[in-house]
């Protein structure tokens, strides 16, 4: 089955960066698209980023724009999310998800996911 490994996470001060990398098994996941999730505590898990299955179309939740990079490196089998200028607002549980079928290009919510992993803390300090 489809297992999704992420890893990274950690405490941060404001305006400091993190990269937290997500390890995929069980499935083609050169074929996949592939995203970023975040819960934080008392909040619905909200869309942070995605990547389509080729690489070449990215997308952006518009509270992290401009400061967070997802990437994947598909002969490792890997994804990952570059966090820059972090706030405070952004801690939260990170999950890495899989799209729910192949050759798709973007995911838009949880409803696009076939996949999650079981989850990263991220925290930022003020």
């Known amino acids: 089955q489809v297992q999704l490994v992420e890893s990274g996470g950690g405490l941060v001060q404001a305006g400091g960066s993190l990269r937290v990398s997500c390890a995929a098994s069980?499935?083609?996941?050169?074929?996949?698209?592939m995203g970023w999730f975040r819960q934080a505590p008392g909040k619905e898990r909200e869309f942070v980023a995605s990547?389509?299955?080729?690489?070449?179309?990215?997308s952006y939740a518009d509270s992290v724009k401009g400061r967070f990079t997802i990437s994947r490196e598909d002969a490792k089998r890997m994804v990952y999310l570059q966090m820059n200028s972090l706030k405070p607002e952004d801690t939260a549980v990170y999950y890495c998800?899989?799209?729910?079928?192949?050759?798709?290009?973007?995911?838009?919510?949880?409803?696009?996911?076939?996949?999650w992993g079981q989850g990263t803390q991220v925290t930022v300090s003020s």
């Open positions: 998800a899989a799209g729910r079928r192949p050759h798709i290009a973007t995911i838009r919510g949880p409803s696009d996911v076939g996949s």
């Open positions: 069980g499935l083609i996941f050169s074929a996949y698209v």
């Open positions: 990547i389509s299955w080729n690489g070449d179309r990215t």
